[in-house]
């Protein structure tokens, strides 16, 4: 009772804060935040949405993030001068983000370089990583994509250059792949431990497409045998995962999409239907409660622990301290080059 109480204390002095700053304060929330800290935000959604909305608006002199560092690093590369950028808790990182490191995606794209020529390889880099791996793909004139137009991005990619690079999802770049119908053995797994990635220079030569070997902890949980579970309970349900899931997991499912995709799936399904997601589970929760006509269930419970991070008390304490404290700064060469490859995404 205490702990409810505390909260609704919390909640209580959030909305004050927020009150008083008025437009000069945004709060943007990801999609798979807890409930009550998106109830709390003025925009939820996807992080180079939520990003673009703050940017846009001339109001606002500060953003506050709910979500992981690499989405704060999107709002800062986009914001204007006037406005600052900060995050309730600066160790909210990314596993995924984090195995693509700067020192790292600089040698796996210099040994490809080596053997096919760098002039025949376009750069594509996923929205869920550092501004410093934005900012290598932006200096090679690569572009950054989101699980949304992934698609559109490797299209755009193969008529620029015969190859991709792509960072640092291996599932997302394969998943694409398969949609393009780009043959399987035409695309390669980097990983940055071994030499040449694990590959032979004649398959790197033959390859179209180069997957950084990353993954995300949340949706490589997920299994054919969780699928193949959950279609014997609930046999005319229809399943959805996100494409950062496994190919097999992805061939097995009924959809695939975004997060937004998903979110929008759960929406537009027939009152009475049953849906079952394959995502974070706090936005499967979330949907549950939104949608009370329909059975809204988890494929397999699946919590990011990086997003949970972020919680009512520490969102207090970065309103209490706005503009001074856990501000996300990018220096200015990185942002430069890093916006070059979101305008070619935003140029598709």
């Known amino acids: 009772m205490k702990d409810n109480q505390t909260d609704k204390d919390l909640i209580e002095k959030i909305k004050a804060i927020k009150q008083t700053l008025g437009k000069k304060l945004i709060i943007l929330t990801h999609h798979y935040q807890r409930k009550e800290i998106v109830d709390l935000g003025d925009y939820k959604g996807d992080s180079f949405d939520l990003s673009q909305k703050a940017a846009?608006?001339?109001?606002?002199?500060?953003?506050?993030?709910?979500?992981?560092?690499?989405?704060?690093?999107?709002?800062?590369?986009?914001?204007?001068?006037?406005?600052?950028?900060?995050?309730?808790?600066?160790?909210?990182?990314?596993?995924?983000?984090?195995?693509?490191?700067?020192?790292?995606?600089e040698r796996a794209w210099n040994e490809v370089a080596a053997i096919v020529g760098e002039n025949r390889i376009t750069p594509l880099v996923y929205m869920n990583s550092d501004a410093a791996i934005k900012a290598h793909c932006g200096r090679y004139n690569g572009a950054v994509c989101t699980s949304s137009n992934a698609a559109k991005a490797f299209s755009w990619a193969f008529q620029q250059r015969e190859k991709i690079f792509f960072f640092p999802d291996e599932h997302l770049?394969?998943?694409?792949?398969?949609?393009?119908?780009?043959?399987?053995?035409?695309?390669?797994?980097?990983?940055?431990?071994?030499?040449?990635?694990?590959?032979?220079?004649?398959?790197i030569r033959k390859a179209r497409v180069f997957l950084f070997k990353g993954y995300c902890l949340v949706h490589?949980?997920?299994?054919?045998?969780?699928?193949?579970?959950?279609?014997?309970?609930?046999?005319?349900?229809?399943?959805?995962?996100?494409?950062?899931?496994?190919?097999?997991?992805?061939?097995?499912?009924?959809?695939?999409?975004?997060?937004?995709?998903i979110v929008k799936y759960a929406a537009d399904a027939p009152a009475g239907s049953t849906v079952i997601?394959?995502?974070?589970?706090?936005?499967?929760?979330?949907?549950?409660?939104?949608?009370?006509?329909?059975?809204?269930?988890?494929?397999?419970?699946?919590?990011?622990?990086?997003?949970?991070?972020?919680?009512?008390k520490n969102l207090h304490s970065c309103l209490e301290n706005i503009g001074k404290t856990n501000i996300v700064n990018i220096d200015k060469d990185v942002k430069k080059d890093a916006l070059i490859a979101l305008e070619n995404m935003l140029n598709l």
Not at 57 to 62: L, Q
Request: aromatic share 6%; hydrophobic share 40%.
């Open 56 to 105: 846009r608006d001339e109001e606002a002199r500060f953003i506050v993030f709910c979500g992981v560092h690499f989405m704060a690093e999107s709002a800062a590369i986009l914001a204007k001068p006037h406005q600052t950028v900060q995050i309730p808790d600066m160790n909210a990182g990314c596993w995924m983000s984090d195995m693509a490191d700067a020192y790292l995606v």
């Open 173 to 203: 770049g394969r998943n694409t792949g398969n949609a393009l119908s780009i043959p399987a053995d035409r695309m390669l797994v980097y990983d940055p431990e071994k030499p040449l990635g694990g590959n032979s220079k004649d398959d």
């Open 220 to 261: 490589t949980r997920f299994s054919v045998d969780n699928i193949s579970d959950m279609r014997k309970k609930y046999p005319d349900a229809k399943i959805v995962v996100h494409p950062e899931c496994t190919a097999e997991v992805v061939k097995a499912s009924d959809a695939v999409g975004s997060t937004s995709f």
């Open 277 to 312: 997601i394959g995502t974070e589970i706090n936005l499967v929760k979330r949907l549950a409660l939104e949608y009370p006509d329909k059975k809204i269930l988890a494929l397999k419970d699946s919590l990011c622990p990086n997003m949970f991070k972020i919680n009512l």
